[in-house]
């Protein structure tokens, strides 16, 4: 699928590309909504029901996955309640093969993600993948989520790389796309970022179920 003598960086999403996405819909879907109905007196569905309206307002947005933005709107601790079900933070299938593999071919591997940097700690204390990292790259650090065409301009600045010569792997489609548009040569997209949920289609991007469809051999 992949001649990796053509490639000297490597871009990795973290949230349902190296990470099981089953941790961050429960706790949006499922655990804060409880915790709202709970603090509001509200019922659990009426929780559902504002909740869904708030996020798809700001869906693709850098609110969308701000912890500090969603705790000042909820009156909630979001980081706090994050903790509460860190249990369920899970490395996908051959993640850790994968990562072994690629810092032994000596390319540059680098965690490009939109997720809150109070997040991102609390899944690389759990997950402890942060060693196989050359540089870790978070849009809030950037100002810009990665859906917008911009963010890839202010990523070059701080972390320069070959267009042609790069890898970049994610679940989000519209991320994808905006990658293809800044003309990154290599896309590849996880078709089961949730490993209790449906597969997606790969919607014209080359695509995985899982990393062990690219390790050499």
């Not at 591997?109 to 196989?132: D, F, P």
């Amino acid at each position: 699928m992949i001649d990796w003598n053509q490639i000297d960086t490597i871009l990795l999403d973290m949230d349902g590309t190296l990470l099981d996405l089953h941790f961050d819909n429960y706790f949006w879907l499922e655990h804060v909504p409880r915790r709202y109905a709970e603090s509001r007196g509200f019922s659990l569905e009426q929780a559902k029901d504002e909740l869904l309206g708030r996020y798809r307002s700001v869906e693709g947005t850098l609110e969308w996955y701000c912890v500090d933005h969603w705790s000042r709107e909820l009156g909630l601790d979001i980081a706090l309640l994050k903790a509460e079900v860190d249990h369920l933070i899970a490395v996908h299938p051959h993640v850790v093969d994968f990562l072994e593999s690629a810092r032994s071919w000596e390319k540059r591997i680098v965690l490009v993600t939109n997720a809150h940097q109070k997040a991102l700690a609390l899944k690389m204390e759990r997950t402890k993948l942060h060693g196989y990292f050359d540089a870790v790259i978070c849009s809030h650090d950037l100002g810009l989520p990665k859906e917008e065409p911009t963010f890839w301009d202010k990523f070059q600045q701080i972390e320069p790389f070959e267009k042609s010569r790069a890898l970049f792997v994610d679940d989000s489609l519209s991320v994808l796309e905006s990658a293809r548009d800044y003309g990154i040569g290599y896309l590849l997209r996880v078709l089961k970022p949730d490993t209790r949920g449906p597969a997606r289609d790969s919607e014209g991007f080359m695509a995985i179920d899982d990393f062990s469809a690219i390790l050499p051999g």
